[in-house]
C-alpha cells in the first residue's frame, strides 16, 4: 500500500534518471542490433513493423495520439514535455525504445492514460522490455491495481533483475495482494543489493508483521528507522511488533513517535493531489525528459536533433523565474 | 444489574423448518430490480457548478419498516438546490413504502417527510420507545427528527426535541443506549467547517474543484443524551466528545471491547478515526490508537469514509471494515480481545481489485447465508475525471471464504458489476423476505440502484427482530448470538452504520446447511439476557424481553410490530 501522505520509507526513486543505466536496458534490443534495426527502420521505414505487428499491436499503436492540446498553456513545463513525447511519436512511431521514451515522460508530467498505451505499444514490439514492464508496474502499484503490478514487476525482474525499483515495488504489490511468503524472498534479495533502502526494510517488516514473525518485524522496521530517521510509519511497525511482543514500554515510545511524526508531516493533505513542484523539480523532470529523448535521437543517428535536445536538457525551462503553475490533478479520483 | 435468563423451547412442530437440501457453494447473484421497482428517486448534490464541500458526501439512505407491515421500506435522502442553484421542486429526500413484489410507492408527502433539508446521514432509532422507528437526519444545516405517529405519518420533533444543532456540515448519525437504561441517546456526527462565507476551491487541471478537505477546519461531534421525555440533552462537553474534532463520515455504535456498553467508532476524512470508549460513567475516551483502530497497519490515516462493525471470522468478537480513499486498500481491524484490533485487510485479501476506486458505503453481511459475512463496498468519485478517467464505479463484493480471507467475486455476481454510479450509500437488507439480504445503492446526483439477491437459496437463515421492555424498544445496542451445530455467530444491533447510513435493524444470520438453531441468546443493553431453544429456521423470529418468542414467521409472512 502507498502510504501518500505520510512518510513511507524512502523508495528508491523509480528508475533513477533514465538515459544511462535505463536507456541502454531499455534498449537492450535496441542497442543489441542497433544498427540492423536503424538500418530496418530507415530503409523500411514503419512499415517493416507494421508487417510484423499483429493486430493488437496494430491497435495499440493506433491509439496513440499526439498530446499537445491537452495542457493548459500557462503549464510551461507540461507542455514542453508533451511537445518532446509527441516528437518522439512523430519520428519514431514504431520503435519501441522511442514508445517507451514516450511514456515515461508522459507518465513523470502526469499524462497516465496516454503513457500506458505508449508504454504497451512498446511492449507489444518486444515482450519482455523489462524497463517498460517496471515502469508501467510502478504505474500499476501507484493506482492500487496490485495483480497488474505484480504481473507487470514479476516479468521486469524476469528480463532484468537489476532493474532499480521493480524489488522493492514488487515487494509491496505482494504483500498489498496477501502474498507474504512470496514477498519476503523478493524483498531480500533487493535488500541483499540494496541494503539502505528504507521502504524495501519497512515493506519487509510488513510482511514480516502479517506473517506474524514480531521479532523479524520489530528489526526490519527498526533497519528501515535507521535509513529514514523521519518515517513514522516505520515507528508504527515498531510499535505494533512490540505490542505482539509484550515490549509495552518500547511499543509505548514508538507509538508516540509515530503520532509526532505524523503529526508533523505536512504531506498529509496533499494525498490526493500532487500540490506543485518547485522550479528545480520542474526543470529537472524536463531536463530528463529533453536528455531521454537526446538519446533516442542519438541512437537512431540523428546527432544534430540530439545535440539540440542535449543543448535544452542543459537549460530547460529558459528565462522561467517563477515555479511553473501545479501540474494537473492527474490521477485525482 | 442481575442476569436474567430466560430459557424457552419453541414448541410448535408446524414452526419446524422445511427438510434441509444439501450444502452447496453456488454463486452470489444480484439482479437489477432498479427499472421495475416503481422508485423514481433522483439524488441531487444541489449544486450550481460552484464547488461546494457538501456536494462531496451526499448522501447516505434507510432501510427500515416504518408502517409496520413487515416489509421494509426506504428512505433515501438527497441534497437541495445550494446557494446559486436554480430551484428544484422535486429535490429532496424520498420515502418508499414497501408494497410487495418489488413493488414501492413514494409516500414522502402523504408521510410527512417531505422535508427540504440538505440530508448527509440518517439513523433510525425508537427513541420514545413507542414501537414505532423515528428517524434522525443529518444534514447540512439544522438537523432534523421526526417521530413515527405510528399510522404512516411522522411529525418532525426537532425543535422539541433540542437535536438541531445549528448549521454544520453534518455526517453520520446513531441512536445508542449509553448507560443501558433503555432510553436512546444520539451521537451525531461533524465533517468539517464548511459554510458558505468559508467556501474554497482547488484548482485543477485549470479549473476549479473541490478543495481537499484539510482546507478546513474539523468540527467536532455532539452527543446528545436522551431524557425518556422526549427531550434530548447535550452532553458532549460532559461526555468528552466535544473535545475531539476530525472530519467525521460514518459511524458505528458497537461494543468494542465486550465490557457490555457501547462504544462510538469515527471514521475521520485523512485524520486517525476516532474510537470513544464508554466509559460506563457517561463519559467517553477517545483510545483509537490505543485499541489499533485509528489507522491502517501501515500507521497512515485514512481518507475513512464508511464503516460496519461485525464478527467476520465467527471468533465471537466484533470486527471493523472502513472503506477509505482510491489507492488505500480497505481497512479490516480484526478484533483480538481485550478492546485490542491489528488491521488484516492485506491478509484477508482485501487488496484484490478494491484498491482503485474511491470506497463509501460497506457492509459486512452474509450474502449467500453459508454463515459467514461478506464484504459489499460502494465506489464513486470526488473530483471531475480527467480525461480517460471515469467518475462511476461498480461496487465490490467479497466473498467470505470462512479461513479468515476473502475472494473478490465482483465479475461473478450477476448484474453487480454492471451497476456502475459514482456511489455513496449502501443499505443491505432482505426486501423481499426470501432469506437473502438485498442492495440498495445512493448514487450521487443519479437514480438510486436495487439489486435483488438471486443466489441459489440452498442455504438456512434466521432474522431476528428485537422487542425490548426495559432496554431499547428496539434493541438498540443488543448483542445476539446464534448457535446452530458448530456454528456460533454473533451480531449486535446497531442504529446508524456503514456510509452515513442505516439498515440491518433485524440481524441476518446466514447458517449454511444447519436446519436447526439450538438456541438464540440475547444480551440486552441493559445487560439482561434471554435465551430462546431450539428455534426453526428460514424465518424472521421476534423475540421480546423477558418473555422469549413471540413470532417465527416465515419467510413470506411477517409479523406486525
Redesign the interface.
Known amino acids: ?6 512518510r ?1 520509507p524512502r523508495r528508491p526513486t523509480p528508475p533513477p534518471p533514465p538515459p544511462a543505466r535505463a536507456a541502454a536496458r531499455v534498449s537492450r534490443w535496441v542497442v543489441s542490433g542497433l544498427v540492423v534495426g536503424t538500418v530496418l527502420l530507415a530503409g523500411l521505414g514503419g512499415g517493416f513493423v507494421w508487417w510484423r505487428s499483429d493486430r493488437e499491436v496494430a491497435r495499440v499503436l493506433a491509439a496513440l495520439r499526439p498530446l499537445a492540446a ?1 495542457v ?1 498553456a ?2 510551461v513545463e507540461r507542455r514542453a514535455a508533451i511537445e518532446v513525447a509527441d516528437r518522439l511519436l512523430r519520428d519514431f512511431p514504431t520503435a519501441p525504445e522511442a514508445l517507451y521514451a514516450r511514456g515515461r515522460i508522459l507518465l513523470r508530467h502526469g499524462f ?3 503513457a500506458v498505451k505508449s508504454l504497451e505499444a512498446a511492449i507489444a514490439l518486444v515482450p519482455d522490455l523489462a524497463a517498460a514492464h517496471e515502469l508501467l508496474g510502478l504505474d500499476a502499484l ?6 497488474a503490478a505484480a504481473g507487470h514487476l514479476q516479468r521486469g525482474l524476469a528480463s532484468d533483475p537489476t532493474l532499480p525499483a521493480a524489488g522493492v515495488a514488487l515487494g509491496e504489490a505482494l ?4 502474498r ?1 511468503r512470496e514477498a519476503v524472498p523478493v524483498l531480500e534479495r533487493f535488500i541483499a543489493v540494496n541494503p539502505a533502502v528504507a521502504a524495501a526494510h519497512f515493506q519487509l517488516g ?1 510482511a514480516w ?2 506473517l506474524h514473525e514480531y521479532g523479524r518485524a520489530k528489526a526490519s522496521h527498526l533497519e528501515a528507522l535507521r535509513h529514514d530517521p523521519t518515517s ?2 516505520a ?3 515498531v ?2 511488533a512490540c ?1 505482539r511482543l509484550g515490549e509495552k514500554e518500547m511499543a509505548g515510545e514508538y ?1 508516540r513517535r ?2 509526532e511524526l ?1 503529526a508533523a508531516d505536512r504531506r ?2 496533499q ?3 500532487r500540490e506543485g513542484q518547485s522550479a528545480d523539480e520542474a526543470r529537472g523532470a524536463l531536463a530528463a525528459a529533453y536528455d531521454l529523448a537526446a538519446r533516442i535521437y542519438a541512437a537512431n543517428d540523428r546527432p544534430a536533433e540530439a545535440a539540440a535536445l542535449r543543448a535544452s536538457a542543459a537549460d530547460p525551462l529558459p528565462g522561467a523565474t517563477a515555479p511553473p ?2 501540474p ?6 | 444489574m442481575p442476569s436474567r435468563a430466560f430459557v424457552s423451547g419453541v414448541a410448535a412442530v408446524a414452526l419446524m423448518a422445511l427438510p434441509c437440501p444439501v450444502f452447496a457453494a453456488g454463486p452470489i447473484v444480484f439482479r437489477d430490480k432498479t427499472a421495475a421497482t416503481g422508485i423514481d428517486f433522483r439524488h441531487t448534490t444541489g449544486g450550481s457548478g460552484r464547488k461546494y464541500m457538501a456536494e462531496t458526501v451526499a448522501s447516505g439512505l434507510a432501510t427500515f419498516d416504518y408502517d409496520g407491515d413487515g416489509r421494509l421500506d426506504l428512505y433515501l435522502l438527497s441534497g437541495v438546490p445550494l446557494e446559486g442553484a436554480p430551484s428544484d421542486p422535486r429535490a429532496g429526500s424520498r420515502l418508499y413504502r414497501n408494497v410487495g413484489d418489488w413493488q414501492f410507492a413514494d409516500t414522502t408527502v402523504a408521510a410527512g417527510l417531505d422535508q427540504r433539508g440538505y440530508a448527509l446521514g440518517v439513523a433510525v432509532g425508537d427513541y420514545d420507545a413507542d414501537g414505532w422507528p423515528d428517524v434522525y437526519t443529518n444534514d447540512f444545516g439544522p438537523n432534523t427528527l421526526h417521530r413515527n405517529n405510528g399510522d404512516g405519518t411522522f411529525t418532525d420533533v426537532t425543535a422539541a426535541a433540542g437535536v438541531a444543532r445549528g448549521e454544520a456540515l453534518g455526517a453520520g448519525a446513531n441512536f445508542l443506549d449509553i448507560d443501558g437504561d433503555g432510553v436512546l441517546d444520539l451521537f451525531v456526527a461533524n465533517y468539517v467547517d464548511f459554510r458558505y462565507d468559508t467556501h474554497r476551491t ?5 479549473r476549479p ?1 473541490y478543495a ?1 478537505p ?2 478546513f477546519a474539523p468540527r467536532a461531534n455532539r452527543l446528545f443524551r436522551g431524557t425518556g421525555q422526549g427531550r434530548f440533552d447535550d452532553v458532549s462537553a460532559a461526555a468528552g466528545i466535544a473535545a475531539h474534532a476530525g472530519a467525521g463520515m460514518g459511524s458505528v455504535c458497537f461494543d468494542a471491547d465486550g465490557d457490555g456498553r457501547t462504544d462510538i467508532f469515527l471514521c475521520n476524512d ?1 485524520r ?1 478515526d476516532f474510537l470513544f470508549h464508554n466509559e460506563g460513567d457517561g463519559s467517553f475516551r477517545e483510545s483509537a ?1 490505543a485499541a ?1 483502530v485509528a ?7 485514512t ?1 475513512s469514509m464508511g464503516v460496519d462493525a461485525g464478527d467476520y471470522d465467527n471468533d465471537g468478537r466484533i470486527d471493523l471494515v472502513v472503506t477509505p ?5 480497505p481497512v479490516l481491524h480484526h478484533a483480538l480481545g481485550g478492546g ?1 484490533f ?1 488491521d ?1 485487510a ?4 482485501l ?3 478494491a ?4 470506497k463509501w458505503g460497506v457492509a459486512l453481511v452474509d450474502l449467500d447465508n453459508d454463515g459467514h459475512r461478506d464484504i459489499v463496498i460502494t465506489c464513486g ?3 471531475e ?5 471515469r467518475s462511476a464505479w461498480p461496487p465490490v463484493l467479497f466473498r467470505n471464504l470462512g479461513n479468515g ?1 476473502f475472494a473478490n467475486v465482483s465479475d461473478q455476481a450477476g448484474d453487480l458489476s454492471a451497476c456502475s454510479g459514482v456511489a455513496r450509500g449502501l443499505a443491505c437488507d432482505d426486501l423481499d423476505g426470501d432469506g437473502r439480504v438485498d442492495l440498495v445503492i445512493l448514487n450521487r446526483d443519479g437514480p438510486a440502484t436495487v439489486l435483488r439477491n438471486e443466489s441459489p437459496a440452498a442455504n438456512h437463515w434466521v432474522g431476528v427482530r428485537l422487542r425490548g421492555k426495559r432496554a431499547a424498544a428496539d434493541g438498540t445496542g443488543a448483542r445476539i448470538t446464534v448457535v446452530a451445530g458448530d456454528l456460533v455467530q454473533v451480531a449486535e444491533v446497531h442504529s446508524g452504520r456503514g456510509y452515513q447510513s442505516h439498515f440491518g435493524a433485524w440481524p441476518h444470520f446466514g447458517l449454511g446447511t444447519h436446519d436447526r438453531i439450538d438456541r438464540i441468546e440475547v444480551r440486552w443493553a441493559g445487560g439482561t439476557t434471554d435465551v430462546v431453544g431450539d428455534v426453526p429456521v428460514d424465518r424472521l423470529v421476534t423475540i421480546v424481553e423477558g418473555t422469549g418468542p413471540t413470532d417465527t414467521a416465515g419467510s413470506t409472512e411477517r409479523g406486525q410490530p
Open positions: 500500500m502507498t502510504a501518500r501522505g505520510t513511507t491537452e493548459p500557462d503549464q497516465q492514460a496516454e501507484q493506482r492500487g491495481h496490485y495483480e504483500n498489498n495482494l496477501g507474504m510488513q508483521s502479517y513514522g510509519l515507528c508504527y511497525g510499535a505494533l505490542d507509538r509515530h503520532v505524523v498529509i493533505g494525498r490526493r493531489v503553475s501545479p494537473a490533478g492527474a490521477g485525482r479520483p | 482547488s484548482l485543477v487541471a485549470g474543484d481537499r484539510r482546507e485523512q486517525f490508537l489499533g489507522c491502517n497497519v501501515l500507521g497512515a490515516p481518507a480513499y482510491f489507492n488505500e486498500l485490542q491489528e488484516v492485506a491478509r484477508a485479501g487488496g484484490v481489485r484498491v482503485a476506486a474511491v468519485r470526488i473530483y475525471p480527467a480525461a480517460g478517467e480471507r
